[in-house]
C-alpha cells in the first residue's frame, strides 16, 4: 500500500509526501496524481523519506519524473541505490 499526501504551497510548488510501498498498482496510482501536477505551472516535489521499496515499474516512474524535473527527495540509501542507472 502506498499513502499519498498532497501539499501545495505559496511558492507555486506541489509536495506530495509518500508512505509504504511504491509496487504494482500503486505505481499507476502515484502517475496520475504527478500528471495532475506537471498538467500546471506548478513545480513537482516527490518526498521518498517513507518510502520502504519501490518495484522495477516504480523505478522507472521516478526516473521518468526526474527527467520531467520533479524534485526527488529524502531518499533512503535503499531507494537511492535503486534509482541509480
Same mark, same amino acid.
Given at each position: 500500500m502506498l499513502k499519498i499526501d498532497s501539499?501545495?504551497?505559496?511558492s507555486g510548488t506541489v509536495t506530495l509526501t509518500l508512505e509504504g510501498r =511504491?509496487?504494482?498498482p500503486w505505481v499507476d496510482?502515484? *502517475?496520475?496524481?504527478?500528471k495532475r501536477?506537471?498538467?500546471t505551472p506548478a513545480s513537482l516535489t516527490l518526498?521518498?523519506?517513507?518510502?520502504a521499496f519501490v518495484?522495477?515499474?516504480?523505478?522507472?516512474l =521516478?526516473?521518468?519524473?526526474?527527467?520531467?524535473?520533479? *524534485?526527488?527527495?529524502?531518499?533512503?540509501p535503499f531507494v537511492a541505490e535503486q534509482l541509480k542507472p
Open positions: 501539499i501545495a504551497t505559496g =511504491l509496487i504494482g496510482e502515484l *502517475r496520475m496524481a504527478c501536477t506537471l498538467d518526498d521518498l523519506g517513507a518510502v518495484d522495477h515499474d516504480g523505478v522507472e =521516478l526516473r521518468s519524473l526526474a527527467e520531467q524535473h520533479a *524534485r526527488l527527495t529524502n531518499c533512503s
